[in-house]
Nanobody, 130 residues
Framework: QVQLVESGGGLVQAGGSLRLSCTASGRTRSSNAIGWFRQAPGAEREFVAAINWSDGTTYYADSKKGRFTISRDNAKNTVYLQMNSLKPEDTAVYYC???????????????????????WGQGTQVTVSS
């Protein structure tokens, strides 16, 4: 199994920045990629970004390109989500998730779907005030 712990959420004013972290433990070698998703109250969970552990290939939801940046530190088994120019509509619980089956997948469609991911963290709350 892979355990994931998110951190870095909090309250920030519109226009501010936050950096979320997702640290993996356990059978981390079985993890192919890490994805970030978010879920606002009353809304469905939506894809934000994903990154491949081995070669760093990244995938972004179109609406997040330019403001959000995903990166990884393999030595620390940690994936980061840098969020800039935050807006009140970015308020949500942010989850990271581990994919262990997509080693031969290079398509955005695969990594943007929550069903591709086998393990999930507990989430971290991000609140953006106007």
């Amino acid at each position: 199994q892979v355990q994931l712990v998110e951190s870095g959420g909090g309250l920030v004013q519109a226009g501010g920045s936050l950096r979320l972290s997702c640290t993996a433990s356990g059978r981390t070698r079985s993890s192919n990629a890490i994805g970030w998703f978010r879920q606002a109250p009353g809304a469905e969970r939506e894809f934000v970004a994903a990154i491949n552990w081995s070669d760093g290939t990244t995938y972004y939801a179109d609406s997040k390109k330019g403001r959000f940046t995903i990166s990884r530190d393999n030595a620390k088994n940690t994936v980061y989500l840098q969020m800039n120019s935050l807006k009140p509509e970015d308020t949500a619980v942010y989850y990271c998730a581990a994919d262990t089956r997509g080693y031969f997948r290079t398509d955005y469609y695969y990594y943007s779907r929550s069903v591709a991911y086998d393990y999930w963290g507990q989430g971290t709350q991000v609140t953006v005030s106007s």
